[in-house]
């Protein structure tokens, strides 16, 4: 069984008239490789697709398989034919006799894409150049959960900067007045932590990533330097327009009351302040990620389950959320912070004389 990617194989589901793939250009759909997974099966091959309940588009580009949702008998799918599937549990499993070259994709994706397509498409006297960079603006993951006519207007408003390597874009501690999307070239993360005697390099930037967020929806300073590798490429928005048209569609806070039914209803609970602060008070039972580290541990914060964030004020909640939204985390951001909880908290016993 091998994993399969090729301008060939995106080819044939769109002159194949697999829907929905056929209303797709190739130049458009090329674009969609990473979100398309093509599998070859051989004889007798079984595949368990793992699908959370959410329907899935399964094409079938040669051969035959017996698609098996959980419920009822198992579904024939032939050669040139797309089916949507939902299975009734969290899997799907697909076998073959004789082997099959299949493709599937998640459903939700495939829809967002298309409507995407309909608003590039209506959009009024767009150059080639701009419809790309829209396009690749739109696969960033700051853009992915931001409603598509905001993506359209956030668009029309950004600005264009080409920057040479070697040069610092920002620079941590100055005041931040722009939100940035690499479409070309590459960047580093620079960061002087409150412990660090130097700057420290935390993360490597590249097209599609965003930076500069943090301190337009604080209204603080830059927590990081970014300094371009390469010649890069970026699109820039101001801190008016991406508020209103990107943070507010993202982050959604909650006041007290609600945050403690959400955590009664099976929310877990994030703490993005310095481990002094969550030392000295907490909400209990929280988890302790500061925000200055959040994006490199990332993989620490658990994908299936519901996250409410909060920090002292809220502020630095409210930008947690706001990265972990991007990424395709459910979370929130408890109003007010700690300073607002009326509720129960921890604290660190005082010393003794």
Not at 66 to 94: D, F, Y
Not at 121 to 128: C, H, S, Y
Not at 156 to 179: K, N, W
Not at 224 to 241: C, F, N
Request: with cysteine.
């Amino acid at each position: 069984m091998a994993l399969i990617r090729s301008e060939t194989l995106l080819d044939a589901l769109r002159t194949q008239q697999h829907l929905p793939y056929a209303h797709f250009s190739l130049r458009r759909l090329a674009g969609l490789a990473e979100l398309l997974r093509v599998f070859e099966l051989g004889a007798g091959d079984t595949l368990i697709l793992a699908t959370d309940g959410q329907p899935t588009y399964v094409s079938v580009l040669d051969g035959i398989i017996e698609c098996q949702t959980g419920q009822g008998p198992a579904l024939s799918i032939g050669r040139g034919t797309t089916h949507l599937v939902t299975s009734r549990g969290s899997k799907l499993s697909l076998q073959t006799a004789g082997g099959a070259l299949i493709c599937v994709a998640d459903a939700e994706t495939i829809d967002e894409m298309m409507s995407f397509e309909s608003l590039i498409d209506a959009a009024p006297a767009i150059d080639r150049l701009s419809m790309e960079a829209l396009e690749r603006a739109h696969r960033s993951p700051a853009f992915r959960r931001v409603p598509l006519e905001c993506v359209e207007a956030a668009f029309h408003r950004m600005g264009r900067l080409t920057v040479s390597a070697g040069t610092e874009i920002i620079q941590q501690g100055a005041p931040g007045d722009l939100f940035y999307v690499i479409t070309q070239g590459k960047a580093e993360v620079w960061q002087t932590g409150l412990y660090d005697d130097a700057p420290q390099k935390v993360a490597d930037l590249g097209p599609g990533e965003v930076f500069g967020e943090e301190a337009l929806v604080t209204g603080g300073t830059r927590s990081a330097t970014i300094r371009a590798v390469t010649d890069i490429e970026l699109l820039t928005l101001g801190k008016a327009d991406y508020q209103a048209l990107i943070s507010q569609q993202l982050v959604d806070e909650v006041d007290p009351p609600v945050a403690r039914s959400m955590l009664a209803a099976g929310y877990r609970l994030l703490d993005v302040r310095y481990p002094e602060e969550n030392e000295d008070e907490s909400i209990p039972a929280s988890e302790l990620i500061p925000l200055h580290e959040l994006r490199t541990r990332m993989d620490e914060v658990e994908r299936s389950m519901r996250w409410l964030v909060y920090c002292r004020s809220g502020k630095r909640s409210a930008v947690a959320t706001l990265l972990l939204k991007q990424r395709g985390y459910q979370a929130v951001s408890l109003r007010g912070g700690i300073t607002a909880w009326p509720y129960e908290t921890t604290s660190r016993p005082e010393p003794t004389a």
